[in-house]
């Protein structure tokens, strides 16, 4: 029988310690690590139980998560907290700057744009800061902040422990451009130097030396793509797609621009 919640995007193990938990809406990743499962994001509200499903279906306990990352102060990012922080007892992270979202300090959350209910504010527990690095036993969890998409936004760089050597997966934590668009920016009074910070923030993530591409929302890494590849027994490993990522996004920015973003 189908069940109720089911993603359509099939849950997969992705390489040695990452599995895609998400939907094609927004991603959701869990990372296993020696001392307990790390989330990434935690999706839309109504996602709750069909992430519960698709973490069922790999075989991980989400009473196991012990900590809970998010990119940025986005609703369908940070959707889930509180119910995996009330199952798990999670401790929860984001950058300082977006926890005043989190927390409704700021009115940035974008659940009216996308047609939610206003949602119940938290603080997190943890607030980062560019440049800090967390560690799970085995796996390194880096943070750089990329702001543009929010003030606040994250990219991570996680280690992914490999038979050979380790490998490093990284996730850029928000390139829409929804949110530095002329309308939005002005109904909202925030400055249009956002642009410019995204921009740098591109080129600076250029210098990193990424194997795994993981995808903010699936269509950002074609997730799907990844799944057919793993079900065919192929890595997911590139070396190249990072920068091609970062050089697509800027180059669909500069069309945006040109369009009158
Ligand atoms: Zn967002």
Redesign the pocket.
């Known amino acids: 029988m189908k069940k109720v919640f089911e993603s359509d995007i099939q849950p997969f193990k992705m390489c040695e310690n990452i599995y895609f938990v998400g939907s094609t809406k927004v991603s959701v990743h869990i990372i296993e690590t020696d001392e307990g499962l790390v989330m990434l994001d935690t999706g839309y509200p109504d996602m709750y139980e069909q992430i519960l499903n698709s973490m069922e279906a790999l075989g991980l306990d989400p009473k196991n998560i012990c900590a809970i990352f998010h990119t ?1 102060g ?1 609703i ?2 940070f959707g889930c907290t509180e119910k995996f922080k009330k199952l798990s007892g999670a401790k929860t992270y984001i950058s300082r700057i977006d926890n005043d979202i989190v927390n409704g300090k700021l009115d940035l959350s ?1 659940a009216k744009e996308l047609g939610l209910p206003t949602p119940s504010f938290f603080d997190c527990d943890v607030l980062i800061e560019d440049g800090d690095c967390f560690s799970f036993g085995n796996v390194t969890i880096r943070c750089r902040l990329t702001p543009g ?2 003030d606040g936004v994250l990219s991570f760089f996680i280690t992914v422990p490999s038979s050979s050597k380790s490998l490093v997966a990284a996730m850029h934590g ?1 390139v ?1 451009l929804n ?1 530095m668009t002329t309308p939005f920016l002005t109904a909202y009074n925030l400055p249009f130097t956002c642009r410019d910070t995204f921009r740098n923030g591109l080129h600076a993530l250029a210098d990193e030396r990424v194997d795994i591409v993981l995808g903010n929302h699936p269509q950002q890494n074609d997730t799907q793509g990844k799944l057919n590849k793993v079900l065919s027994g192929e890595s997911i490993v590139d070396h190249d797609e990072w920068v091609k990522f970062l050089t697509a996004t800027e180059c669909a920015f500069d069309h945006e621009l040109k369009n009158g973003l």
């Open positions: 940025h986005h369908d990012h974008w998409h929010t928000g829409g949110s």
